[in-house]
């Protein structure tokens, strides 16, 4: 039995990089049939960014477009508009990301497509909403980290790394695809109570800011009473008027730390992160695992908001327990109590832990041919009765004619598209001898 959600749901995604084609794969994964428009004789941008080989695609574009078919077409061209007018009429989603008014030039902005049909729901990724004063500016995953707030908050608080930072997760791309991914299943289940498509747009500083929401909440707080309690700052420092850095603290009112682990100088990733929570039962669950019982009566500590005004004192003496212990030991010991820990883990740690290859965490997908087999974040989600099946890439227009003659195309018709430059690049002209 096919128990894939999408199954009989086509999508023609005209998205490049990341954002995008982040969201469509997903579609893909979920068993939707996706048609990857992409630009003939180049492709995807990503096909030949960050390359491991010069000869093949790149690891960026092989983690975004598992499953789906690939179209070399110029959609600027007569012959490409009237391919991607069928393509459209024919399908239940369209996804573009492409810079803003770009897709109103090309004739297929969302007016237009909603007219050709109706029940194609329209997704668009852009920078910024349409009411921002940013909008006209081009987007990338830093610029939405910037103006949404992550890069101000995110850092250390002091000294000369005292500098906004940009997460090192894609908080403005593949967390944009995910946000537009949610809008899109939305619409379909809408489209069955009105009966036609919608337009969902859905910008990378909005996806970025849903995921700055605490600090939202703290600038309320700060506002209200000109301190931040569980920042590393209180109680010793003058807050400013807006929420500062705050280094490796937990943020939502319980006591959290990076701290350093054995072999911490020859291992940059050799921390664990613990965190002190607020309930007293806890809290002395957590004593007896460091065997800190003195905290227990000791009224600089036994209480969280003590605790909130000497976590330098409450840092300092953990680190130097921690120290004695690897990080793994670390967890082991404290696990046990209950006490929140995780080790700090490498990419490459976690690429080599077997137990993630459950069939949704890491996926290995087979390739073939000189690239082999590769290693991808699979689906987020389980689900009880489905596991996406995960299959190769597409080559550049390795789907062109396929999908061409399902549309209707005779050969002479697909051969003549790519003589003209709809859907192969145009030959050179040997320029005159001179």
Request: charge should be negative; hydrophobic fraction near 35%; proline fraction near 6%.
């Amino acid at each position: 039995m096919n128990t894939a959600p999408l199954q009989g749901i086509k999508v023609v995604d005209f998205t490049a990089v990341q954002s995008g084609p982040s969201c469509t794969q997903m579609l893909a994964w979920l068993g939707a049939e996706v048609i990857k428009i992409e630009r003939p004789g180049k492709g995807d941008a990503t096909r030949g960014e960050l390359q491991f080989d010069p000869k093949l695609p790149s690891y960026y574009f092989l983690q975004l477009n598992s499953d789906k078919k690939s179209l070399t077409l110029d959609a600027a061209t007569p012959d490409g508009k009237a391919i991607l007018t069928k393509l459209i009429q024919d399908c239940d989603i369209f996804v573009e990301n492409l810079h803003p008014g770009a897709m109103d030039k090309l004739g297929f902005g969302w007016e237009e497509v909603h007219k050709l049909n109706p029940k194609c729901i329209y997704g668009t990724i852009k920078g910024f909403p349409v009411t921002s004063k940013y909008k006209d500016l081009k987007a990338y995953e830093p610029v939405a980290q910037a103006t949404a707030g992550a890069a101000s908050t995110t850092g250390w608080y002091s000294g000369e790394y005292n500098i906004p930072t940009q997460s090192g997760a894609a908080l403005g791309d593949s967390n944009t695809g995910m946000h537009l991914l949610i809008g899109l299943l939305a619409a379909l289940l809408q489209r069955q109570i009105t009966g036609e498509g919608t337009y969902v747009y859905q910008s990378m500083h909005n996806a970025c800011l849903n995921l700055c929401r605490i600090k939202t909440r703290d600038q309320l707080t700060l506002d209200k009473i000109g301190y931040l309690t569980q920042f590393p700052q209180y109680p010793k420092e003058k807050f400013p008027d807006y929420v500062p850095r705050s280094g490796n603290i937990e943020g939502s009112g319980v006591l959290g730390w990076t701290f350093k682990c054995k072999g911490w100088e020859n291992d940059p990733n050799a921390y664990t992160y613990i965190i002190l929570q607020r309930d007293a039962k806890d809290f002395t669950k957590a004593c007896q695992a460091f065997g800190f019982e003195d905290w227990l009566t000791n009224p600089d500590f036994n209480t969280a908001d003590a605790r909130d005004r000497h976590k330098d004192q409450i840092i300092s003496r953990i680190e130097q327990w921690t120290l004695q212990y690897t990080k793994s030991e670390v967890v082991s010991k404290l696990a046990p109590y209950g006490v929140p820990c995780a080790p700090i883990l490498s990419t490459k740690e976690i690429m080599e832990d077997e137990s993630l290859y459950d069939g949704n965490t890491l996926v290995k997908i087979n390739q073939g041919g000189e690239i082999g087999e590769f290693v991808t974040v699979g689906c987020p989600f389980t689900m009880s009765n489905y596991t996406p099946s995960y299959g190769p890439c597409p080559s550049l227009g390795g789907n062109t004619e396929e999908i061409l003659r399902t549309y209707g195309y005779t050969p002479q018709q697909i051969e003549q598209f790519k003589a003209n430059g709809t859907t192969a690049p145009m030959p050179k002209v040997a320029e005159p001898a001179h």
